[in-house]
Nanobody, 123 residues
């Protein structure tokens, strides 16, 4: 079994900052990419940022220059530093990992999700 556990969400005023953390645990053989997605009420889930095992990053246009994704491969963890937050950043943020696991059958890369953490940007 593999689990992704997020933390760091909350309520923040516009212009403020938050840092999200996600730790993957369990029967993990290797992790390819990790990332953050978000889903606002009435909207589809969208990619916010992703980072590969080699450190390459990808950001949604709406967060470029404000959010930074980073990864600690030794801890199977990924982080999202969010600065200059806007009300439109309000959403449930989900951690995602593409990984290979011990005992997973058939062998391959599997997609795992965290339970989500609420981020609310409001004055």
């Amino acid at each position: 079994q593999v689990q992704l556990v997020e933390s760091g969400g909350g309520l923040v005023q516009p212009g403020g900052s938050l840092r999200l953390s996600c730790a993957a645990s369990g029967s993990i053989f290797s992790i390819n990419a990790m990332g953050w997605y978000r889903q606002a009420p009435g909207k589809q889930r969208e990619l916010v940022a992703a980072i590969t095992s080699g450190g390459s990053t990808n950001y949604a246009d709406s967060v470029k220059g404000r959010f930074t994704i980073s990864r600690d491969t030794a801890k199977n963890s990924v982080y999202l530093q969010m600065n200059s937050l806007k009300p439109e950043d309000t959403a449930v943020y989900y951690c995602n990992a593409d990984l290979r696991c011990y005992g997973c059958y058939p062998p391959g890369v599997y997609d795992y999700w965290g339970q989500g953490t609420q981020v609310t940007v409001s004055s």
